[in-house]
């Protein structure tokens, strides 16, 4: 997405095409959500609670899924555990480590504008002490950042496959630490969407061209580049 040797957005390289090809399988091949489900405002949450009614097989989710399958939860399933897996996501060409994610824990920031950044900070050191993170993590349905947290028996025993998760995030690729994220992050669900909308029809390239002409209008040419 981010060069950061050239501070640059990558608008069309081997590896977006990659994924966008993955995007056109999907939906080419009628193995997608209907556009029905995947555009409304609540769709992000209905993952769980399409798989505890056996409507849905697969999802490339994040790890909050399984802990909404608890008791309790309005997607609470007690067969969950038989009945669904996890797996990561593969890297490009089964290349080392062989897992790829975003996932990566989360933390915490300190806001540019914050008056006290000193108070702040210390806030921070408090809040990043295992046992804080550990509760944060437990509550909040995160992934702790430190992957030792993640790794004790208070966080693997509070949901489903928490200790994936946290070896999972081992590998964790950032997204881009940048201002201008938005601006790409809306380029591209722009071009999946289309996809979606336009199974048929849509192609990589044009997806490559909407995610380029986007990215290019709002920040300019010279903040984007090409790979090979």
């Known amino acids: 997405m981010f060069d950061t040797k050239t501070g640059k957005w990558v608008?069309?390289?081997?590896?977006?095409?990659?994924?966008?090809?993955?995007?056109?399988?999907?939906?080419?091949?009628?193995?997608g959500a209907p556009t029905s489900e995947l555009f409304p405002s609540n769709a992000v949450g209905n993952p769980p609670l399409l798989f505890s009614k056996e409507k849905?097989?697969?999802?490339?989710?994040?790890?909050?899924y399984t802990s909404a399958f608890v008791p309790g939860s309005p997607a609470a399933w007690p067969q969950a555990a038989k009945e669904v897996g996890v797996a990561p996501?593969?890297?490009q060409?089964?290349?080392?480590?062989?897992?790829?994610t975003t996932l990566g824990g989360w933390a915490w920031a300190i806001s540019n504008s914050c008056p006290n950044?000193?108070?702040?900070?210390?806030?921070?050191?408090?809040?990043?002490?295992p046992t804080n993170q550990l509760?944060?993590?437990?509550?909040?349905?995160?992934?702790?950042?430190?992957?030792?947290?993640?790794?004790?028996?208070?966080?693997?025993?509070s949901s489903l496959y928490n200790?994936?998760?946290?070896?999972?995030?081992?590998?964790?690729?950032?997204?881009?630490?940048?201002?201008?994220?938005?601006?790409?992050?809306?380029?591209l669900n722009t071009a999946t969407g289309d996809f979606a909308q336009n199974p048929s029809s849509m192609t990589v390239s044009s997806a490559i061209s909407t995610i380029s002409q986007l990215v290019t209008?709002?920040?300019?040419?010279n903040s984007v580049e090409k790979l090979k």
Do not use: C, E
């Open 11 to 31: 608008v069309d390289s081997p590896g977006l095409r990659s994924a966008l090809k993955f995007y056109q399988t999907v939906y080419k091949d009628g193995l």
């Open 56 to 64: 849905l097989a697969i999802a490339l989710g994040s790890n909050w």
């Open 89 to 91: 996501i593969p890297t």
């Open 93 to 100: 060409n089964g290349q080392a480590p062989g897992i790829t």
């Open 117 to 129: 950044k000193a108070a702040a900070w210390k806030f921070i050191t408090l809040g990043q002490s």
């Open 135 to 157: 509760n944060t993590a437990v509550w909040s349905g995160f992934v702790p950042p430190d992957t030792s947290v993640g790794n004790l028996p208070g966080f693997t025993n």
């Open 163 to 187: 200790l994936q998760f946290s070896q999972y995030a081992a590998h964790g690729i950032p997204l881009p630490n940048d201002t201008n994220f938005p601006v790409y992050a809306r380029a």
């Open 217 to 221: 209008q709002q920040l300019g040419s």
